[in-house]
Every structure is written in C-alpha cells, then in structure tokens.
C-alpha cells in the first residue's frame, strides 16, 4: 500500500472573505478556464493551481496513475492567511471547514479522521510513502 501522508488541496470556490470581514489581503481563487485557476491574496496574483487540487475524479485518476493507495489532505498553506490578525483565525478555519473540498472533502478527508492508526500499523511491514506530484 502506498500512502501519501501530505498532500494540498484547495476549495473549488470560497466567499468574498474581504467584502465579509474586511481589508484587502485575503485568500482568493480566480478561475481562469477549464480546470484551472489562479489563487489571489487580493488584487494580486500568488500562483496557478489546476483542478486535482479541488476535483475528486482527476484527484483519483492522479492517483491511480501515480500507484497511490490513499491521500491525507492538508489545507494549502497559503489558505492559513497568516497576513491577518490572529483574531480572525477563526474565521477563516470556519469558511476553509465549510467550503471544505466539495468530493475531496466526502472522498477523502475521512481516512485522516477514522483510520488514522489503520496505515501506521502497517506502514511497519507493508507500506512505504511517495508524495504524488500530480496532486500537489
């Protein structure tokens, strides 16, 4: 079994997080055509992204051809926001849960949260860890 023990994602959409709490400096995406988009911190562009970060079907098909078994999601790091005040943490951990990753979130967010153990007792005989590149 081969287990990707991190791997990003992103949420397909999320709200206006500077029209709700205000200032300019907040996570965003931008799509730009079919199966990508470009994350924003406001007005500017931070870097492209393509859809296995957010689609389960083409997460799963990277995995298939990539031989992953399973995937434990992290948040992408430029979700964390760390530009904010720390007040507003809350917040956007609340908008990231509830936007979530659409399929990915159904699909594969429960593996981290039911079977944390399950790989890590067999990752002593059996399973070895690659990262797939596809995915991240």
């Given at each position: 079994?081969?287990?990707?023990?991190?791997?990003?994602?992103?949420?397909?959409?999320?709200?206006?997080?500077?029209?709700?709490?205000?200032?300019?400096?907040?996570?965003?995406?931008?799509?730009?055509?079919?199966?990508?988009?470009?994350?924003?911190?406001?007005?500017?562009d931070?870097?492209?992204?393509?859809?296995?970060?957010?689609?389960?079907?083409?997460?799963?098909?990277?995995?298939?051809?990539?031989?992953?078994?399973?995937?434990?999601?992290?948040?992408?790091?430029?979700?964390?926001?760390?530009?904010?005040?720390?007040?507003?943490?809350?917040?956007?951990?609340a908008?990231?849960?509830?936007?979530?990753?659409?399929?990915?979130?159904?699909?594969?967010?429960?593996v981290?949260?039911?079977?944390?153990?399950?790989?890590?007792?067999?990752?002593?005989?059996?399973?070895?860890?690659?990262?797939?590149p596809?995915?991240n």
């Amino acid at each position: 079994m081969i287990v990707d023990i991190h791997t990003h994602f992103v949420p397909e959409s999320w709200p206006d997080l500077a029209a709700r709490y205000g200032g300019d400096d907040w996570p965003g995406i931008r799509h730009t055509g079919p199966g990508t988009a470009m994350l924003t911190v406001g007005s500017h562009d931070f870097r492209p992204v393509h859809s296995p970060l957010w689609d389960a079907d083409e997460r799963l098909a990277a995995m298939d051809r990539d031989g992953i078994d399973v995937q434990l999601l992290c948040a992408t790091p430029f979700l964390f926001a760390y530009q904010r005040a720390p007040e507003q943490a809350p917040r956007l951990r609340a908008t990231v849960q509830r936007c979530g990753t659409g399929n990915l979130r159904r699909r594969f967010a429960w593996v981290a949260c039911r079977h944390p153990g399950a790989c890590m007792r067999s990752a002593r005989s059996r399973c070895r860890t690659r990262t797939s590149p596809a995915a991240n």
